[in-house]
């Protein structure tokens, strides 16, 4: 990685502990800019909840078309590495929960979403799953992670509606 960047190792390990921890920071910001961005691009165009959602879950899986194997390892490590630190998982289960809850409490505003849920749990829920999906995906790159995410949108639609 030093020789690539043509940095040297004193400098690299002055900012991380090994080559997980970069791959932390770059997922974590990826993550934050290029799904905030999907995100953001869902609540501008949309104001359904199940309208975002399908959105969401539809470019989450226009992503993860283009991953290859050393992708996927890639961001197992880094994946695992954040996990290590409570501090920034709650960062990034917080960035999306933010949003989730939101549009669950935009959808109670309008009678699209029951007010049976509490929004804060129903948000982490939907993370939640989004998260599970990519967990089982890393350990397993047979897992049909596209579908599942198909699946997800849909069961998250037709579960929070208000019938």
Known sequence: ICHVADVAKKTYYNYF????ALYADVIQEGMTEQVGDIFNRA???FTRFSDRVHFVMDKQIELRKGYVAMDRNFFRAGIMEI???????KEMYGFFDAYFERWLRDG???GEITRDYDAVFMSRFCTAGMFDINQYWINDPSYPHLQRYKELAIFLTD???EY
Not at 17 to 20: A, T
Not at 83 to 89: H, L, T
């Open 159 to 161: 579960m929070t509606a």
């Open 17 to 20: 502990d090994n080559k997980e």
């Open 83 to 89: 996990g290590r630190n409570p501090r920034r998982v």
């Open 43 to 45: 609540e501008e165009r």
């Open 108 to 110: 109670q505003e309008t």
